[in-house]
Protein backbone atom coordinates (compact mmCIF):
# COMPACT_ATOMS: atom_id res chain seq x y z
CA UNK A 1 0.00 0.00 0.00
CA UNK A 2 1.65 3.32 -0.61
CA UNK A 3 1.06 6.25 2.02
CA UNK A 4 1.05 9.61 0.15
CA UNK A 5 -1.18 10.41 -2.76
CA UNK A 6 1.61 11.61 -4.44
CA UNK A 7 4.15 9.91 -4.33
CA UNK A 8 5.20 6.12 -4.80
CA UNK A 9 6.63 4.96 -1.07
CA UNK A 10 5.40 2.17 0.37
CA UNK A 11 4.46 1.87 3.58
CA UNK A 12 6.56 0.50 5.73
CA UNK A 13 9.43 2.62 4.23
CA UNK A 14 10.56 5.91 5.44
CA UNK A 15 12.32 7.31 2.06
CA UNK A 16 14.90 10.33 3.65
CA UNK A 17 17.02 10.08 0.93
CA UNK A 18 15.40 13.52 -1.04
CA UNK A 19 18.90 15.37 -1.09
CA UNK A 20 20.13 12.27 -2.88
CA UNK A 21 17.50 11.00 -5.11
CA UNK A 22 14.09 12.21 -5.03
CA UNK A 23 11.44 9.60 -5.38
CA UNK A 24 8.29 9.18 -8.18
CA UNK A 25 5.73 10.94 -8.29
CA UNK A 26 2.30 9.82 -9.80
CA UNK A 27 2.64 13.16 -12.32
CA UNK A 28 6.60 12.21 -12.96
CA UNK A 29 5.63 8.40 -13.52
CA UNK A 30 2.26 9.86 -15.92
CA UNK A 31 4.24 12.27 -18.05
CA UNK A 32 7.15 9.58 -18.70
CA UNK A 33 4.61 7.05 -19.70
CA UNK A 34 2.87 10.10 -22.08
CA UNK A 35 6.32 10.41 -23.52
CA UNK A 36 6.89 6.74 -24.34
CA UNK A 37 3.29 6.38 -26.12
CA UNK A 38 4.69 9.91 -28.03
CA UNK A 39 7.53 7.71 -29.13
CA UNK A 40 6.14 4.79 -29.82
CA UNK A 41 3.31 6.03 -31.90
CA UNK A 42 5.10 8.94 -33.74
CA UNK A 43 8.54 8.15 -33.73
CA UNK A 44 10.50 10.79 -35.90
CA UNK A 45 7.59 12.93 -36.50
CA UNK A 46 7.38 13.25 -32.57
CA UNK A 47 9.55 16.23 -33.18
CA UNK A 48 6.74 18.34 -34.07
CA UNK A 49 3.64 16.27 -33.25
CA UNK A 50 4.82 16.35 -29.59
CA UNK A 51 6.40 19.71 -29.42
CA UNK A 52 9.46 18.02 -27.90
CA UNK A 53 12.17 20.43 -28.74
CA UNK A 54 10.42 23.31 -26.73
CA UNK A 55 10.69 20.80 -23.45
CA UNK A 56 13.77 22.53 -22.18
CA UNK A 57 12.45 26.43 -22.28
CA UNK A 58 9.30 24.79 -21.04
CA UNK A 59 10.63 23.35 -18.06
CA UNK A 60 12.53 26.55 -17.50
CA UNK A 61 9.94 28.74 -17.02
CA UNK A 62 8.16 26.27 -14.73
CA UNK A 63 11.41 25.88 -12.67
CA UNK A 64 11.10 29.63 -12.39
CA UNK A 65 9.35 29.95 -9.23
CA UNK A 66 11.80 27.66 -7.42
CA UNK A 67 14.66 29.87 -8.51
CA UNK A 68 12.61 33.06 -7.97
CA UNK A 69 14.16 34.40 -11.34
CA UNK A 70 12.41 35.86 -14.13
CA UNK A 71 10.75 32.80 -16.09
CA UNK A 72 12.94 33.87 -19.34
CA UNK A 73 16.20 33.11 -16.98
CA UNK A 74 16.65 29.49 -16.79
CA UNK A 75 16.79 26.76 -19.20
CA UNK A 76 16.67 23.04 -18.48
CA UNK A 77 19.55 21.19 -20.19
CA UNK A 78 22.52 18.88 -19.61
CA UNK A 79 23.91 17.92 -16.56
CA UNK A 80 24.87 20.08 -13.68
CA UNK A 81 28.75 20.09 -14.79
CA UNK A 82 28.39 20.51 -17.87
CA UNK A 83 26.58 23.79 -17.38
CA UNK A 84 28.71 24.83 -14.51
CA UNK A 85 31.34 24.74 -17.52
CA UNK A 86 29.34 26.77 -19.90
CA UNK A 87 28.75 29.82 -16.98
CA UNK A 88 32.22 30.03 -15.90
CA UNK A 89 33.63 29.78 -19.62
CA UNK A 90 31.32 32.70 -19.95
CA UNK A 91 31.81 34.58 -16.77
CA UNK A 92 35.17 34.46 -17.29
CA UNK A 93 34.42 35.94 -20.60
CA UNK A 94 32.57 38.98 -19.38
CA UNK A 95 35.75 39.89 -16.35
CA UNK A 96 38.03 38.66 -19.06
CA UNK A 97 41.02 41.06 -17.13
CA UNK A 98 40.97 38.57 -14.06
CA UNK A 99 41.68 34.84 -14.13
CA UNK A 100 41.32 33.49 -10.63
CA UNK A 101 37.71 31.24 -9.80
CA UNK A 102 37.15 32.02 -5.95
CA UNK A 103 35.75 28.94 -4.16
CA UNK A 104 36.15 27.29 -0.69
CA UNK A 105 37.53 23.72 0.24
CA UNK A 106 34.96 22.01 1.06
CA UNK A 107 32.68 22.45 -2.02
CA UNK A 108 31.50 19.64 -4.25
CA UNK A 109 34.10 17.91 -5.76
CA UNK A 110 32.92 18.07 -9.58
CA UNK A 111 32.36 21.52 -9.47
CA UNK A 112 35.95 21.86 -8.42
CA UNK A 113 37.09 19.24 -11.06
CA UNK A 114 35.37 21.57 -13.48
CA UNK A 115 37.03 25.09 -12.46
CA UNK A 116 40.19 22.93 -12.44
CA UNK A 117 40.10 21.69 -15.66
CA UNK A 118 39.39 25.32 -17.05
CA UNK A 119 43.62 25.96 -16.21
CA UNK A 120 44.18 23.20 -19.48
CA UNK A 121 42.30 25.72 -21.59
CA UNK A 122 44.36 28.75 -19.87
CA UNK A 123 47.23 27.97 -17.18
CA UNK A 124 46.66 32.03 -16.44
CA UNK A 125 42.81 30.59 -14.83
CA UNK A 126 43.18 29.32 -11.24
CA UNK A 127 41.03 28.21 -8.56
CA UNK A 128 41.60 30.04 -5.42
CA UNK A 129 40.06 28.05 -3.01
CA UNK A 130 39.59 28.83 1.01
CA UNK A 131 37.48 27.68 4.36
CA UNK A 132 34.45 29.18 4.24
CA UNK A 133 34.60 32.03 6.85
CA UNK A 134 37.94 33.07 4.76
CA UNK A 135 35.50 33.89 2.01
CA UNK A 136 34.59 37.31 2.22
CA UNK A 137 38.43 38.71 2.98
CA UNK A 138 39.66 36.41 -0.05
CA UNK A 139 37.15 38.29 -2.36
CA UNK A 140 38.92 41.50 -3.86
CA UNK A 141 39.33 42.89 -7.26
CA UNK A 142 41.62 40.57 -8.70
CA UNK A 143 38.36 37.47 -8.51
CA UNK A 144 37.12 37.04 -11.52
CA UNK A 145 34.17 34.58 -10.27
CA UNK A 146 32.82 33.65 -6.86
CA UNK A 147 31.42 29.70 -7.53
CA UNK A 148 29.79 28.15 -4.77
CA UNK A 149 27.42 25.62 -3.57
CA UNK A 150 24.59 27.41 -1.67
CA UNK A 151 24.25 24.62 0.28
CA UNK A 152 27.22 21.81 1.33
CA UNK A 153 26.23 18.49 0.52
CA UNK A 154 28.07 17.04 3.66
CA UNK A 155 27.21 18.70 6.83
CA UNK A 156 24.89 21.07 4.82
CA UNK A 157 25.37 24.31 6.21
CA UNK A 158 24.30 27.07 4.10
CA UNK A 159 26.05 30.37 2.90
CA UNK A 160 24.31 33.89 3.04
CA UNK A 161 23.87 34.14 -0.81
CA UNK A 162 22.48 37.46 -0.20
CA UNK A 163 25.59 38.65 1.36
CA UNK A 164 27.74 36.88 -0.43
CA UNK A 165 26.50 37.99 -3.82
CA UNK A 166 26.76 41.42 -2.80
CA UNK A 167 29.87 41.92 -1.59
CA UNK A 168 31.30 40.19 -4.86
CA UNK A 169 29.06 42.37 -6.73
CA UNK A 170 30.82 45.45 -4.99
CA UNK A 171 34.29 44.10 -6.08
CA UNK A 172 33.05 43.41 -9.69
CA UNK A 173 33.47 39.57 -9.32
CA UNK A 174 30.49 37.18 -10.94
CA UNK A 175 28.71 35.12 -9.04
CA UNK A 176 27.81 31.37 -10.04
CA UNK A 177 25.74 29.76 -7.49
CA UNK A 178 25.24 25.84 -7.54
CA UNK A 179 21.71 25.21 -6.16
CA UNK A 180 21.33 21.60 -6.57
CA UNK A 181 20.61 20.68 -2.24
CA UNK A 182 18.45 24.12 -2.13
CA UNK A 183 16.25 24.19 -5.07
CA UNK A 184 12.51 22.56 -4.55
CA UNK A 185 13.84 22.37 -0.73
CA UNK A 186 13.94 26.66 -0.43
CA UNK A 187 12.48 29.89 -1.53
CA UNK A 188 15.36 31.28 -3.64
CA UNK A 189 15.37 34.83 -4.92
CA UNK A 190 18.28 34.81 -8.06
CA UNK A 191 16.86 37.74 -9.95
CA UNK A 192 16.24 39.91 -6.84
CA UNK A 193 19.61 39.40 -5.45
CA UNK A 194 20.91 39.80 -8.50
CA UNK A 195 22.87 36.33 -8.46
CA UNK A 196 24.74 36.04 -12.42
CA UNK A 197 24.70 32.70 -13.09
CA UNK A 198 23.21 29.73 -11.07
CA UNK A 199 22.85 26.13 -11.82
CA UNK A 200 21.77 22.27 -9.89
CA UNK A 201 20.40 19.06 -10.30
CA UNK A 202 16.68 18.27 -10.95
CA UNK A 203 17.14 14.97 -9.22
CA UNK A 204 17.15 15.64 -5.72
CA UNK A 205 14.26 17.71 -4.13
CA UNK A 206 12.97 18.63 -7.76
CA UNK A 207 11.85 14.34 -7.74
CA UNK A 208 12.92 14.70 -11.46
CA UNK A 209 14.05 10.96 -11.81
CA UNK A 210 17.24 9.23 -11.74
CA UNK A 211 19.62 11.80 -14.36
CA UNK A 212 17.42 14.02 -14.76
CA UNK A 213 18.86 17.39 -16.50
CA UNK A 214 20.27 20.00 -14.77
CA UNK A 215 19.29 23.26 -14.90
CA UNK A 216 21.16 26.96 -16.13
CA UNK A 217 20.09 30.55 -14.99
CA UNK A 218 21.50 33.16 -16.84
CA UNK A 219 20.59 36.78 -15.51
CA UNK A 220 18.83 39.15 -17.91
CA UNK A 221 22.06 41.19 -17.65
CA UNK A 222 23.82 38.63 -19.42
CA UNK A 223 21.78 37.45 -21.73
CA UNK A 224 23.59 39.91 -24.60
CA UNK A 225 26.87 37.79 -24.16
CA UNK A 226 27.87 35.21 -26.31
CA UNK A 227 28.16 31.78 -24.56
CA UNK A 228 31.46 30.44 -25.20
CA UNK A 229 30.32 26.82 -25.45
CA UNK A 230 28.28 27.55 -29.30
CA UNK A 231 26.00 24.58 -28.95
CA UNK A 232 23.77 23.57 -32.59
CA UNK A 233 21.16 23.54 -30.16
CA UNK A 234 21.50 27.59 -29.24
CA UNK A 235 21.56 28.41 -32.47
CA UNK A 236 19.18 31.08 -33.70
CA UNK A 237 18.17 28.49 -36.12
CA UNK A 238 19.53 25.14 -35.59
CA UNK A 239 18.11 23.68 -38.57
CA UNK A 240 19.33 25.95 -41.12
CA UNK A 241 22.45 24.03 -40.38
CA UNK A 242 24.53 27.08 -41.58
CA UNK A 243 28.05 26.93 -41.41
CA UNK A 244 28.31 30.07 -39.13
CA UNK A 245 26.93 30.27 -35.75
CA UNK A 246 24.62 33.06 -34.75
CA UNK A 247 23.35 32.87 -31.07
CA UNK A 248 19.50 32.22 -30.24
CA UNK A 249 18.20 35.34 -28.15
CA UNK A 250 18.18 35.24 -24.14
CA UNK A 251 18.62 31.90 -22.39
CA UNK A 252 18.04 29.70 -25.52
CA UNK A 253 21.71 30.35 -26.36
CA UNK A 254 22.85 28.58 -23.46
CA UNK A 255 21.56 24.73 -24.83
CA UNK A 256 24.23 23.09 -26.57
CA UNK A 257 23.23 19.84 -27.97
CA UNK A 258 19.88 17.38 -28.66
CA UNK A 259 17.69 17.38 -25.48
CA UNK A 260 17.12 14.35 -23.12
CA UNK A 261 13.14 13.90 -24.15
CA UNK A 262 11.76 10.74 -21.84
CA UNK A 263 13.45 12.25 -18.91
CA UNK A 264 12.51 15.96 -19.68
CA UNK A 265 9.21 14.46 -19.83
CA UNK A 266 9.52 12.86 -16.79
CA UNK A 267 10.65 16.21 -15.50
CA UNK A 268 7.60 18.18 -16.62
CA UNK A 269 5.52 15.86 -14.42
CA UNK A 270 7.90 16.12 -11.40
CA UNK A 271 7.40 19.95 -12.08
CA UNK A 272 3.77 19.94 -12.06
CA UNK A 273 3.44 18.89 -8.61
CA UNK A 274 5.01 22.30 -7.04
CA UNK A 275 2.90 24.10 -8.47
CA UNK A 276 0.60 23.56 -5.64
CA UNK A 277 3.61 24.26 -3.04
CA UNK A 278 3.91 26.71 -0.98
CA UNK A 279 8.18 27.28 -0.39
CA UNK A 280 7.89 29.09 2.26
CA UNK A 281 6.16 26.89 4.38
CA UNK A 282 7.75 23.67 2.50
CA UNK A 283 10.88 25.18 3.79
CA UNK A 284 9.29 25.87 7.31
CA UNK A 285 8.03 22.34 7.72
CA UNK A 286 11.33 21.16 6.62
CA UNK A 287 12.66 23.09 9.30
CA UNK A 288 10.43 21.95 12.02
CA UNK A 289 10.88 18.18 10.93
CA UNK A 290 14.83 18.70 10.87
CA UNK A 291 14.50 20.03 14.59
CA UNK A 292 12.08 17.03 15.60
CA UNK A 293 14.84 14.29 14.47
CA UNK A 294 17.91 16.43 15.98
CA UNK A 295 15.60 15.98 19.63
CA UNK A 296 15.29 12.69 19.03
CA UNK A 297 18.34 11.71 18.03
CA UNK A 298 19.47 13.80 20.89
CA UNK A 299 17.91 11.80 23.75
CA UNK A 300 17.81 8.42 21.78
CA UNK A 301 20.98 8.05 20.52
CA UNK A 302 23.88 9.77 22.12
CA UNK A 303 26.38 7.85 20.02
CA UNK A 304 25.74 10.18 16.76
CA UNK A 305 27.83 13.63 16.42
CA UNK A 306 25.52 15.79 14.84
CA UNK A 307 27.77 17.93 12.10
CA UNK A 308 25.49 19.93 10.64
CA UNK A 309 24.37 23.45 12.35
CA UNK A 310 21.94 23.20 14.99
CA UNK A 311 20.32 26.78 13.87
CA UNK A 312 17.80 25.83 11.51
CA UNK A 313 18.48 28.91 9.23
CA UNK A 314 22.36 27.95 8.83
CA UNK A 315 21.40 24.66 7.18
CA UNK A 316 19.38 23.19 4.05
CA UNK A 317 17.29 20.24 4.07
CA UNK A 318 19.40 17.49 5.32
CA UNK A 319 20.83 16.73 8.41
CA UNK A 320 23.93 15.27 8.99
CA UNK A 321 25.96 12.98 11.69
CA UNK A 322 29.16 11.07 12.01
CA UNK A 323 29.74 7.92 13.77
CA UNK A 324 32.43 5.78 13.66
CA UNK A 325 30.23 3.33 11.84
CA UNK A 326 28.46 5.15 9.75
CA UNK A 327 28.76 2.54 6.48
CA UNK A 328 26.89 -0.27 8.81
CA UNK A 329 24.50 1.94 10.45
CA UNK A 330 23.54 3.04 7.35
CA UNK A 331 23.46 -0.53 5.90
CA UNK A 332 21.29 -1.80 8.75
CA UNK A 333 18.60 1.79 8.19
CA UNK A 334 18.49 0.53 4.88
CA UNK A 335 17.58 -3.15 5.69
CA UNK A 336 15.03 -1.81 8.16
CA UNK A 337 13.07 0.44 5.67
CA UNK A 338 14.81 3.59 6.95
CA UNK A 339 16.55 4.63 3.29
CA UNK A 340 19.33 7.51 3.90
CA UNK A 341 22.96 7.48 2.77
CA UNK A 342 26.37 7.27 3.32
CA UNK A 343 29.24 10.04 2.83
CA UNK A 344 33.07 8.28 3.51
CA UNK A 345 34.33 8.32 5.98
CA UNK A 346 31.58 8.30 8.88
CA UNK A 347 28.72 10.40 7.28
CA UNK A 348 24.88 9.82 7.54
CA UNK A 349 23.04 12.15 5.92
CA UNK A 350 18.73 12.27 6.55
CA UNK A 351 17.00 14.26 3.98
CA UNK A 352 14.08 16.48 5.03
CA UNK A 353 11.47 16.47 2.27
CA UNK A 354 8.36 17.71 3.34
CA UNK A 355 6.63 17.01 -0.02
CA UNK A 356 6.26 12.98 1.04
CA UNK A 357 7.84 12.58 4.79
CA UNK A 358 6.14 14.09 7.92
CA UNK A 359 6.44 13.21 11.78
CA UNK A 360 5.44 10.04 11.79
CA UNK A 361 8.06 8.95 9.78
CA UNK A 362 10.94 10.64 11.89
CA UNK A 363 9.44 9.01 14.63
CA UNK A 364 9.66 5.69 13.32
CA UNK A 365 13.16 6.45 11.39
CA UNK A 366 14.59 7.02 14.63
CA UNK A 367 12.88 4.20 16.65
CA UNK A 368 14.90 2.08 14.29
CA UNK A 369 18.19 3.58 14.40
CA UNK A 370 17.70 3.07 18.09
CA UNK A 371 17.46 -0.91 17.42
CA UNK A 372 20.18 -0.82 15.17
CA UNK A 373 22.10 0.59 17.18
CA UNK A 374 22.25 -2.35 20.12
C1 LIG B 1 26.29 20.17 -5.30
C2 LIG B 1 26.42 19.36 -6.54
N1 LIG B 1 26.97 19.92 -7.64
C3 LIG B 1 27.14 19.23 -8.78
C4 LIG B 1 26.72 17.92 -8.87
C5 LIG B 1 26.99 17.17 -10.15
O1 LIG B 1 25.80 17.01 -10.86
P1 LIG B 1 25.80 16.21 -12.23
O2 LIG B 1 26.36 14.86 -11.96
O3 LIG B 1 24.34 16.13 -12.59
O4 LIG B 1 26.61 16.97 -13.21
C6 LIG B 1 26.12 17.30 -7.76
C7 LIG B 1 25.68 15.90 -7.84
O5 LIG B 1 25.23 15.30 -6.90
C8 LIG B 1 25.98 18.04 -6.58
O6 LIG B 1 25.46 17.51 -5.47
Not at 50 to 62: M, T
Not at 82 to 100: D, G, M, P, S
Not at 260 to 277: M, N, P, Q, T, Y
Request: glycine letters at 6%; one cysteine or more.
Amino acid sequence: MKKNATFDIPEGQYYLCGHSLGPASKQAVASLQQGLQGWQQDKVKGWSTQFWLDLPEKLGKALAPLLGAHSDEEIVADSTSVNLLKCLLTALTINHNRKIILTENDNFPADRYIAHSLSAIDENITLKSVTAPELVDALDDSVAVLMLTHVNYRNASQHDMAMLTQKAHALGVIVVWDLSHSVGAMPLHCSLLGVDFAVGCTYKYVNGGPGSPGFIYVARKHHNQTPVIKGWMGHISPFAFAQVYQKAAGIKAYLTGTPSILSLKALEGALAVFRDVDLEQLREKSMVLSQQLIDNIDSCVPQLTLVSSRDPRARGSHVAYSHPFADKIVTDLIANGVIVDYRAPDLIRFGIAPLYIDGHDIEKAVQILVKSMC
